[in-house]
């Protein structure tokens, strides 16, 4: 009898803990928020030239990592300098003739004074050399542009970056605004990470997060909540045009009624340990604590 009733208890004891294990793994779940739903990202820096031709150097390779001034690529800059050239003969030529119009109208000027010509011809000598003068600037501007048409043959990175999907080599046409590789800004990198809604309440602006990209789970690494998304993508068609602008989410199972997921962006506090490139799979859990700026300012207060 006191067997039976001490296996009872123990299994009493132990359907407790296993209760009591699972509420609480629940709650740790709810309310400090995980989710292996996540994946980097970066800005992507489209480039393409401002002006047309073809490619007579090119000073990079796919994949390279750049610097923010660094050469990509050369076009064939010859018609350009033509350009140039006919620009700065067009000024020289309008300078010369602003300057006879000047002396035309010196001379005007002064036989106007000693009544020797009529009102009109002074007045016609005043609008020749402000049209002379017009002329002259409009000439000047479009040196100025002939010689930044000839400056964008040559290609620079903007930011600093890695050289993605390179195809482009020696000789081939470029046309002016069409895109010819990405450039992943290393600047950039964010984790977005989505967690369900019955979440969204325990994660605030500024909380801590660890996160693990996958293959490289021993080294997490540090961020911290910026914003948390306003809206995602609606699929079951009652959606207008601009809401295909959202970021869409795929619920993973259509037979049960699954919380919907919201995007969360987490920035990269500190230096990765790992090579981070877009899309990567990372797992984020959020941190119970975190410092508003409210307290920031507290604690800074009192250390002074």
Do not use: C
Request: charged share 15%; proline share 5%; aromatic share 8%.
């Amino acid at each position: 009898m006191k067997t039976r009733l001490f296996n009872h208890l123990i299994t009493l004891i132990i359907v407790g803990l296993a209760i009591w294990a699972a509420v609480s793994l629940y709650l740790r779940y709810v309310e400090h928020p995980w989710t292996r739903d996540a994946q980097i990202r970066a800005n992507i820096v489209g480039i393409a030239p401002r002006v047309s031709g073809p490619i007579i150097h090119v000073a990079v390779y796919d994949n390279q990592q750049l610097r923010k001034g660094d050469l990509l690529f050369e076009i064939d800059p010859s018609d350009f300098d033509a350009r140039v050239s006919i620009a700065a003969g067009q000024v020289q030529n309008d300078e010369a003739t602003l300057k006879q119009q000047q002396q035309n109208l010196e001379r005007q000027t002064e036989l106007y004074r000693t009544h020797v010509t009529a009102a009109q011809d002074f007045q016609n000598a005043q609008d020749t050399f402000a049209a002379a003068q017009a002329q002259l600037a409009s000439a000047r501007a479009s040196l100025e542009l002939a010689k930044l048409k000839l400056s964008y043959t040559k290609v620079f990175a903007p930011v600093d970056g890695y050289v993605t999907n390179m195809n482009t080599s020696e000789g081939t046409y470029v046309t002016a605004g069409v895109q010819l590789f990405a450039l992943v800004d290393t600047s950039s990198f964010w984790i977005a990470g989505y967690f369900k809604e019955t979440q969204l309440p325990h994660i605030q602006v500024g909380q801590k997060a660890i996160v693990t990209v996958m293959g490289d789970e021993n080294q997490p690494f540090q961020g911290v909540v910026r914003s948390v998304g306003w809206g995602v993508f609606v699929q079951d068609g009652s959606g207008s045009t601009s809401t295909a602008l959202l970021p869409s989410v795929s619920q993973t199972i259509d037979w049960v009624r699954l919380p919907q997921r919201f995007p969360v962006r987490i920035q990269v506090l500190e230096n990765s340990p790992v090579p981070l490139r877009i899309g990567q799979t990372v797992s984020v859990a959020i941190a119970p604590e975190f410092e508003t700026p409210e307290t920031n300012k507290r604690s800074t207060l009192a250390q002074q």
